[in-house]
Nanobody, 117 residues
Framework: QVQLVESGGGLVQAGGSLRLSCAAS????????MGWYRQPPGKQRELIAT???????DYTDSVKGRFTITRDIVKNTVYLQMNSLKPEDTAVYYC???????????WGQGTQVTVSS
């Protein structure tokens, strides 16, 4: 079975940093596009970062320059380093996987990030 387990969320002051982790199992990690979504309170879920099978990363404008997505093939883990956090970054953050070899997308359970001012 596919499992994506996020960790690393919490409460941080504006300007601070957090690193989220997503441990993946049940997929061929090196053949899967990985990413991070977030859902602020009262808003729709939005894709904020992806990393493809060639380790090329893309970001939505609101996080570009502040967030970095990386992956560790040995550990089957994708990370989201979040710097210069703002109150508007407050959201539930979800790990995302799209295996290239099958049809279907997968999400983790989410981890809460709260940025105080």
């Amino acid at each position: 079975q596919v499992q994506l387990v996020e960790s690393g969320g919490g409460l941080v002051q504006a300007g601070g940093s957090l690193r989220l982790s997503c441990a993946a199992s049940g997929i061929i990690f090196s053949r899967s596009v990985m990413g991070w979504y977030r859902q602020p309170p009262g808003k729709q879920r939005e894709l904020i970062a992806t990393i493809n099978t060639g380790d090329r990363s893309d970001y939505t404008d609101s996080v570009k320059g502040r967030f970095t997505i990386t992956r560790d093939i040995v550990k089957n883990t994708v990370y989201l380093q979040m710097n210069s956090l703002k109150p508007e970054d407050t959201a539930v953050y979800y790990c995302y996987a799209r295996p290239s070899y099958l049809i279907g997308d997968y999400w983790g359970q989410g981890t809460q990030v709260t940025v105080s001012s």
